[in-house]
T-cell receptor, first 111, second 114 residues
Framework: AQSVTQLGSHVSVSEGALVLLRCNYS??????LFWYVQYPNQGLQLLLK??????LVKGINGFEAEFKKSETSFHLTKPSAHMSDAAEYFC?????????FGSGTKLNVKP | GAGVSQSPSNKVTEKGKDVELRCDPI?????LYWYRQRLGQGLEFLIY????????KSGLPSDRFSAERTGESVSTLTIQRTQQEDSAVYLC????????????FGPGTRLTVT
């Protein structure tokens, strides 16, 4: 069975600090990988995705993620946090026509 | 349409009543997904449609839950004899199963069972 693990249900960083949100997955074959963001009282929006090719992918709002097959990880990073980044972030894996979502990480950005 | 739409946006119902939730996917998207998001929790996969067939119903929590889809358009999720634990936001997403496999999410239906 597939699973997606997001380490840390809540992460707090200061404005301007590095953002690192962790995602590990279990999969017997290389999956397609996604990060979604959910702002308060809004639907999910795609931040970035990895399908094939370059393992470092860049998304919207300055976020990027690196697919590391050997570590089965797809951690999300942003060099400098903004107050507007406060939201909940979900990692997702697509395999065999089904999506598996992590339980989410709420990012708090302190002034 | 421009995006995935869902109706109603909010539904309050009494325990034991049946409810129908509707999803209008993006035109041309062959795949459609239903998820449940309980307060403070992640997304729970319910069911997936490819066209109007549902090859994967494994996520439906009980036989009180059912879903159907008309062709490659509207889908309806029906919950019979609602229980308080059914209270959640029900999200619909559609996807064009091409190279990207990207899902586009609707705004959700917030269901409250009293």
């Amino acid at each position: 069975a597939q699973s997606v693990t997001q380490l840390g249900s809540h992460v707090s960083v200061s404005e301007g600090a590095l953002v690192l949100l962790r995602c590990n997955y279990s999969s017997s074959v290389p999956p397609y990988l996604f990060w979604y963001v959910q702002y308060p009282n809004q639907g999910l929006q795609l931040l970035l995705k990895y399908t094939t090719g370059a393992t470092l992918v860049k998304g919207i709002n300055g976020f990027e993620a690196e697919f590391k097959k050997s570590e089965t990880s797809f951690h999300l990073t942003k060099p400098s946090a903004h107050m507007s980044d406060a939201a909940e972030y979900f990692c997702a894996v697509h395999n065999f026509n089904k999506f598996y979502f992590g339980s989410g990480t709420k990012l708090n950005v302190k002034p | 349409g421009a995006g995935v739409s869902q109706s109603p946006s909010n539904k309050v119902t009494e325990k034991g009543k049946d409810v129908e939730l509707r999803c209008d996917p993006i035109s041309g998207h062959t795949a459609l997904y239903w998820y449940r998001q309980r307060l403070g929790q992640g997304l729970e996969f319910l069911i997936y449609f490819q066209g109007n067939s549902a090859p994967d119903k494994s996520g439906l929590p009980s036989d009180r839950f059912s879903a159907e889809r008309t062709g490659e358009s509207v889908s309806t999720l029906t919950i019979q004899r609602t229980q308080q634990e059914d209270s959640a936001v029900y999200l619909c997403a559609s996807s064009s199963l091409g190279l990207t496999y990207e899902q586009y999410f609707g705004p959700g239906t917030r269901l409250t069972v009293t």
